[in-house]
């Protein structure tokens, strides 16, 4: 794969690089994505029985013990070199503004600081009721657990289908994409709002957009370059290429 010396260039010339991500830079850790046929999670699962609200007040053990069952996952999981990567790209330009779709928390895991967590993070809980987040002594222990001070529900700390993004986070991500020089699209199928539309926002604000994805998406005719290959490929490269033109 040959990166291209404009965008190594823009890059190093940025004074404020956004980097979106999706489940695609943590299937290499061993985490499924959404929408990929056969390994997809929502190939296998139907999120309208355990990624809604709904799904959780009819029916909350099931999704509990689902959220269970992947948070099982995501602890076995190791960051791996695509997350590596972009935590020391963040080092090395002037600004950077990490913005995740997912909820492992695998970006922090290998030392990126404050992601923008856009759809919540996995181990984490939430009251169903207060919709405040609660540590583990605020959960009394149950199936689910229940929250100590109203005796509602537990639930994980995610953005389910139909559900707002949290106000703070939308607008922090908003002002990042639309303020940038460059945005990278890493492993994302660009198919769920709002977060697809983040891309869009800062193509609109005359960033140079780039995608990284082994396979095309609906950003992929608009972006200005696509780096068709894996994260944990594609991202250590292009910082090796940055490093060259650093010295
Ligand atoms: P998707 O499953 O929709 O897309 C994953 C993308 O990753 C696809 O475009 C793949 O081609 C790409 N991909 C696969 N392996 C890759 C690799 N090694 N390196 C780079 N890319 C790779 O996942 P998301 O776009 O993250 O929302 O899905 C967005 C949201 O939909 C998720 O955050 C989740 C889901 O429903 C909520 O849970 C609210």
């Not at 830079?25 to 699962?45: V, Y």
């Not at 583990?136 to 689910?144: F, Q, R, V, Y």
């Not at 095309?216 to 696509?226: D, E, I, N």
């Amino acid at each position: 794969m040959t990166i291209p010396a404009e965008l190594v260039h823009a890059i190093r010339g940025a004074g404020h690089v956004v980097v979106l991500t999706g489940s695609g830079i943590s299937a290499e850790s061993g985490i499924p994505t959404f929408r990929d046929a056969q390994t997809g999670t929502w190939a296998r699962f139907r999120p309208e029985d355990l990624a809604t609200p709904q799904a959780f007040r009819r029916d909350p053990e099931t999704v509990w013990a689902w959220y269970a069952w992947r948070r099982e996952t995501v602890a076995e999981a190791q960051p791996n070199a695509g997350h590596r990567a972009l935590a020391e790209l963040e080092r090395r330009v002037s600004k950077l503004t990490l913005i995740t779709q997912n909820v492992d928390g695998l970006h922090q895991r290998a030392g990126s600081r404050e992601p923008v967590e856009f759809h919540g993070n996995i181990m984490a809980n939430r009251c169903f009721a207060e919709q405040r987040r609660l540590t583990d002594d605020e959960c009394l222990p149950g199936t689910p657990p229940r929250c100590r001070d109203c005796g509602s529900a537990v639930r994980p700390d995610v953005v389910w289908f139909g559900e707002s993004i949290d106000e703070s986070v939308l607008e922090r991500a908003t002002t990042a994409c639309a303020t940038c020089d460059v945005l990278l699209s890493v492993g994302t199928s660009s198919q769920v709002q709002p977060a697809a539309g983040l891309a869009e926002l800062a193509l609109s604000c005359n960033a140079l957009v780039a995608e990284i994805n082994p396979a095309s998406t609906p950003l992929s005719p608009t972006a200005h370059y696509c780096l068709r290959g894996a994260a944990g490929a594609v991202l250590p490269q292009l910082l090796t290429e940055l490093k060259g033109t650093d010295e």
